[in-house]
């Protein structure tokens, strides 16, 4: 019998247990063993609930228990989480989480502790939800140099930008009714400011270049600037915006980035709509690879994470994750990054045409039905840095930026 602890009781907590309880039988048969869930540590009491005979409230019970050879860590955030992987860890246990701000922030110290006590530490639900992508990349992949991995991976946002884009509606609306069906907390400001599609291509990115990439560093934009006006320039270029997670390599160095952008109809993420999610990889000699699935919810995710604890339970002595350096990468700078924009101006288009070509160079105009005091113009491709000087000719008349992806 192989002994697991779940800490945190909440929405993938519970969906663990549910996972193992529906799907127990074939869990064990895959693993070779009988997987039991001897602990569930929460603050909470939970009476008339089946596991209430497991639940226990201090970690010490579980660290202390040598019965129990692999953790799940669905607590969230960074402390306590932190705290009691790592002694969990450094006592012998194996630990599978979904935690993505811990994995970004420490996966590099608790991937080396694993190794140097043959156990491991795993995080498939940490990106993407139930989409595998972390397992693919640390063995599928791995005789591939990976070039790029470009993704959707925020399902809350785009739920948002598909009704945006196909109802017409504002930004306001959208959250409000993303906010009552479920997909977007009371406080929405890690999906809609980016910040947690930044954490996940942190982690995409350390994994590929075996050097830790603090997401701090990664240049992050939200979609709260993303207007209606937007979209009707979107439909008018026959293109869709999405916010993006990419990471490209670029000789030696990564550039990563998390922005909207706009995607044309032979993009292979342009038709991921709802709260789906999709990864894009391009390896030097696999090619173009899609991840494509649910990317969030209490059962994807738990999916992932039950997963995680049957590749534990058939490697409780054998470390399999690939390793990073805690060593930090030097992302290349924003700045020297090349793409092309669409830019929407205030004014008239044939006014000030003779100066924009001046200043950007063979543009574009873009006219949206039903907006008659601006008009939209694409650039031909150029550095971010000089985008940047030529913008501030106009910071007066520019109304939003937002990049293509090609």
Not at 7 to 30: D, L, P, W
Not at 220 to 244: F, H, N, R, S, V
Not at 246 to 271: D, E, F, Q, T, W
Request: proline fraction near 3%.
């Amino acid at each position: 019998m192989v002994d697991i602890a779940v800490m945190g009781y909440g929405t993938v907590g519970s969906g663990v247990v549910e996972v193992v309880n529906t799907n127990g039988a074939r869990i064990s048969q895959r693993i070779g063993d009988e997987l039991n869930i001897k602990y569930v540590l929460d603050l909470k009491e939970f009476p008339g609930d089946p596991v209430q005979d497991k639940i226990v409230h201090d970690f010490e019970t579980i660290v202390n228990d040598d019965e129990i050879k692999i953790v799940v860590e669905v607590m969230g955030g960074i402390e306590p989480a932190y705290t009691f992987v790592k002694r969990c860890l450094q006592a012998g246990k194996s630990v599978a989480t979904s935690n993505k701000a811990l994995v970004a922030k420490h996966g590099a110290e608790l991937l080396s502790i694993a190794k140097d006590r043959g156990i491991n530490f795993l995080f498939e639900a940490s990106v993407g939800g139930g989409i595998p992508i972390i397992r693919p990349l640390n063995s599928s992949l791995t005789a591939d140099e990976i070039e790029e991995i470009t993704g959707i991976l925020n399902g809350t946002t785009n739920y948002m930008m598909t009704k945006m884009f196909y109802e017409g509606a504002d930004y306001d609306e959208v959250l409000k009714e993303a906010q009552e069906n479920g997909f977007a907390e009371r406080n929405p400001e890690a999906d809609v400011e980016g910040y947690d599609a930044c954490r996940k291509i942190a982690i995409l990115s350390s994994l590929i270049s075996g050097q830790q990439v603090d997401f701090e560093d990664i240049y992050c934009e939200g979609i709260t600037e993303i207007t209606a006006e937007d979209m009707k320039y979107a439909k008018a270029m026959g293109t869709t915006i999405k916010l993006l997670a990419s990471s490209k390599r670029r000789g030696n160095r990564l550039h990563a980035i998390v922005a909207p952008c706009m995607l044309y109809p032979g993009h292979p993420l342009y038709n991921v709509n709802g709260v789906f999610n999709a990864i894009f990889v391009h390896g030097n000699v696999l090619g173009d690879a899609m991840f494509y699935g649910s990317g969030a919810g209490k059962l994807p995710t738990a999916s992932a994470v039950v997963a995680d604890v049957v590749d534990a339970a058939k490697h409780l002595s054998r470390n399999i994750m690939t390793m990073w350096k805690q060593d930090k990468l030097k992302l290349e700078d924003k700045a020297d990054a090349k793409r092309r924009f669409f830019i929407r101006m205030k004014g008239d288009a044939q006014e000030m045409l003779a100066d924009l070509k001046d200043s950007f160079g063979d543009i574009e105009i873009i006219h949206a039905d039903g907006l008659d005091d601006e008009f939209g113009f694409i650039t031909p491709v150029m550095m971010e840095g000089d985008y940047d000087t030529r913008a501030r000719i106009y910071k007066d008349e520019i109304l939003h930026m937002i990049r293509i992806q090609e």
